[in-house]
């Protein structure tokens, strides 16, 4: 498909296991976002990559979070040790890193800590 | 730092009737404001945009918007809405061209018959 991929789209996990929320952004899009929409709330800034590196991941809650995109195209977000509150919709965004003012975002993955 | 302020969590509107939903930012830089729209079960889709130039913006499907700098507010407008406007819909910001968005709680618009 043409637009960003967010796999898995639901998951259910138990406190303290770890997670994987895999995204495939649009081809060609050099820029990717990871945001976390709680219920209720607009989405927050995680971490963003421009190429393979994190240029900017300031809003990683704790070091129970990490992400990678090795390629510069796929990314994954990472939760060790989950817990309860980390239960949310885990959304990823990209662009072409030109000024387009424009994130295209997928439909997100919904985590849930049991 | 910036921060975001939509001023309603929901809105209801009967069909047809006009609607402006509000948005206030804070910010000690310039700023970039974006309007995205949330269809239920689906992601996030860009409404309008103002980056530079004129403070009044026109998005997709009817909406505008305008950039008022003294007052910080960037609030959405539609002169008629329809039942398929129905969604949530955000508010962002961001300093510069990275797009690392601060987004507003969201605003629940429902259009009634």
């Known amino acids: 498909g043409a637009g960003v991929s967010q796999t898995p789209s639901n998951k259910v996990t138990e406190k303290g296991k770890y997670v994987e929320l895999r995204c495939d952004p649009i081809?060609?899009?050099?820029?990717l976002y990871w945001y976390r929409q709680s219920l209720g709330q607009g989405p927050e800034f995680l971490i963003y990559?421009?190429?393979?590196?994190?240029?900017?991941d300031s809003g990683l809650p704790n070091d129970r979070f990490f992400a990678v995109r090795p390629e510069g195209s796929v990314s994954t977000l990472k939760i060790q040790r989950t817990e309860r509150g980390d239960s949310a919709v885990y959304l990823c965004?990209?662009?072409?890193?030109?000024?387009?003012?424009?994130?295209?975002f997928g439909e997100g993955s919904r985590l849930t800590v049991l | 730092a910036q921060s975001v302020t939509q001023l309603d969590s929901q809105v209801p509107v009967f069909e047809e009737a006009p609607v402006e939903l509000r948005c206030n930012y804070s910010?000690?830089?310039?700023?970039?404001l974006f309007w995205y729209v949330q269809y239920p079960n689906q992601g996030l889709q860009l409404l309008l945009k103002?980056?530079?130039?004129?403070?009044l913006v026109k998005g997709i499907n009817g909406f505008e918007a305008e950039f008022n700098k003294s007052q910080t507010s960037f609030h959405l407008r539609k002169p008629s809405v329809h039942i398929s406007d129905t969604a949530e819909y955000f508010c962002?910001?961001?300093?510069?061209?990275?797009?690392?968005?601060?987004f507003g709680k969201g605003t629940l618009l429902t259009v009634n018959p």
């Open positions: 965004a990209s662009t072409a890193g030109t000024n387009t003012g424009e994130l295209f």
């Open positions: 081809s060609g899009h050099t820029a």
């Open positions: 990559f421009q190429g393979t590196g994190a240029a900017d």
């Open positions: 910010s000690s830089v310039s700023v970039y």
């Open positions: 103002y980056l530079s130039g004129s403070t």
């Open positions: 962002a910001v961001s300093r510069g061209s990275n797009y690392k968005l601060t």
